[in-house]
């Protein structure tokens, strides 16, 4: 799976990602709202690249890494992943873009490749109630605020988006 939109290459996860993505997952600030806020060392951002690489085989999609076009350079991911809440939608982004419009680039051409050709029907996104960013791109995505709900201890605004209705 190989996808571009303006400015971004968005393909597969490999191992050899784990530098940049470990560059990334340690970042205080971009982890900020994810879970309890901690940091990813080396093992555990291995562990998450090769989480999506089984992704891809058992269900056809994951998370997707995101490359600048220009230089490569790894600076994120967006994609899908099987959760007991249904198939999950998210997206992270290296600090230094944040504001250039590089998260909704991303999250549309993502979301459109799972509707189009994954054949994906309903996904949902958690995000937590100060993360304002993540709710502005759901919010032009079609995502529908359903609810709040308590996960890890901590609250998460649900969203639900369904290919049916938009």
């Not at 709202?33 to 992704?55: F, M, P, R």
């Amino acid at each position: 799976m190989n996808l571009n939109s303006n400015r971004l290459l968005i393909g597969h996860f490999e191992r050899s990602d784990l530098e940049q993505w470990f560059s990334i997952e340690s970042d205080p600030e971009v982890r900020k709202y994810i879970l309890d806020g901690s940091t990813l060392n080396k093992e555990q951002s291995l562990a998450y690249i090769d989480q999506n690489i089984d992704s891809y085989a058992k269900f056809n999609f994951g998370r997707y890494t995101l490359r600048e076009k220009k230089s490569l350079r790894l600076i994120g991911m967006c994609g899908f992943l099987k959760t007991e809440m249904g198939i999950d939608f998210g997206y992270r982004l290296s600090k230094d873009i944040w504001g250039c419009g590089l998260g909704f680039e991303a999250a549309s051409v993502v979301l459109n490749y799972g509707v189009a050709s994954i054949g994906l029907k309903h996904c949902v996104a958690g995000v937590m109630p100060g993360n304002l960013a993540s709710i502005k791109i759901l919010d032009r995505l079609g995502f529908v605020y359903q609810k709040d709900v308590i996960f890890d201890g901590l609250t998460y605004h649900k969203y639900t988006f369904s290919a049916d209705k938009n």
